[in-house]
């Protein structure tokens, strides 16, 4: 993909708060455009329609790639009859990253609960749809700061399961597929030559040498050797509650981790407005803020953009890196 090519901002759920964010976003000084209904933006938005996403604006006015939606957007009360346009934007601007014509796309968030009752969408979320929509293809999702040094990048193994199940869902293929996607990426969309990866341990203390658990000396840590003969540059399986203060940071450039709390915890500490959502493993650059729709604050103008801002920062960064 060519980095001149803009990155498309897709208007997610419109009785959210992305609407309202989407001019705020062009504080991030990169070349985007928005794809929605432009009758569900902020009164006053200074925006104009374009055919194509390369289509040059004067500066400050909002670029929109118009799709019109069948109902108005009330904040914080999401309409089933646009959950289907919901879903086709999404659809739509993959098309365009796909066929190089964006650079890639950075996703405004949507309700799942909202689309499902009003298109039954039969996908957990964002993420799922995606990679349906590449063909299918494995994906991580990797949370990444933008605002703390060293950088903290975390990917969890698995995600969006009850802590009960996450020791029969941690398999030797899992983790290893999340290996394999963020050596890659960090390759191919970050610029780093030779990625360093630290894998957190399942259990407290890394298990405690079969103490606290098992699962470490049981496969875990022989799975990583076998990486490492590879050429993997893999540290671990590690204590996960070591593994994330400024000092351990600099000796990785991406944590691995066995479950969802355990990776998002220490980046939400470190750097709540700053995280950005990224999928790894797409073949087309994909960033999301890390936040959801914020039903109790839409239309308020209240809505922070600086996720937004970052996430737009980072796809357009990650274009170039392709």
Known sequence: MSVHRPIILTCGEPAGVGPELAPKALAAGVPFVFMGDPRHLPAGTEWIEVRSPDETVPPGVLPVLRHDFPAPAVPGRPDPANAAGVIEVIARAVGLAMSGQAGGICTLPINKEALKTGAGFAFPGHTEYLAHLAGDVPVVMMLASTTVSPPCRVVPATIHIALNEVPRALTPEVLTQAIRITDAAMRRDFGIAAPRLAIAGLNPHAGENGVMGHEETDWIAPLLARLRAEGFDLAGPLPADTMFHAPARARYDAAICAYHD????????????????????????????????????????????????????????MAEKR
């Open 262 to 317: 355990q990776a998002l915890i220490p980046i939400k500490t470190l750097d709540f407005s700053g995280g950005v959502n990224v999928t790894l493993g797409l073949p087309f650059v994909r960033t999301s803020p890390d936040h959801g729709t914020a039903f109790d604050i839409a239309g308020k103008g209240l809505a922070d953009a600086a996720s937004v801002i970052a996430a737009l920062r980072m796809a357009h960064d």
